[in-house]
């Protein structure tokens, strides 16, 4: 995947990647940042298009670094770290991402 996606500019795989996430996956993933932040359930200060990036990068890249950190952090690809990682990535983005209705002193 990285080879494909970074190392070869002219790869028809990343052509048809890249096409595929931004018209599928990550258009639906902005589409809802932005109805939360209409409705005031995430904050509006983030780009939609930024955020939407972060939360893929959060989702796909500890799978590609796993294999090289892992060992050395005491992780690794077990039947449960999907959903260790999943809970993980709600509790840090339902935290950083919520709106604050609260007015600072």
Do not use: C, W
Request: glycine share 10%; proline share 7%.
């Amino acid at each position: 995947v990285m080879r494909e996606l970074l190392a070869r500019q002219d790869s028809p795989i990343r052509d048809f990647i890249g096409e595929f996430m931004a018209r599928g996956p990550i258009s639906m993933m902005i589409d809802r940042i932005e109805e939360a932040q209409r409705d005031g359930v995430i904050s509006g200060d983030y780009d939609p298009r930024m955020l939407a990036m972060s939360i893929g990068s959060l989702s796909g890249f500890p799978f590609l670094m796993l294999p090289i950190v892992g060992p050395h952090l005491g992780l690794e690809l077990d039947g449960g770290f999907p959903e260790r990682l999943i809970e993980h990535n709600q509790k840090l983005l339902s935290e950083a991402l919520r709106a604050r209705t609260e007015k600072a002193s």
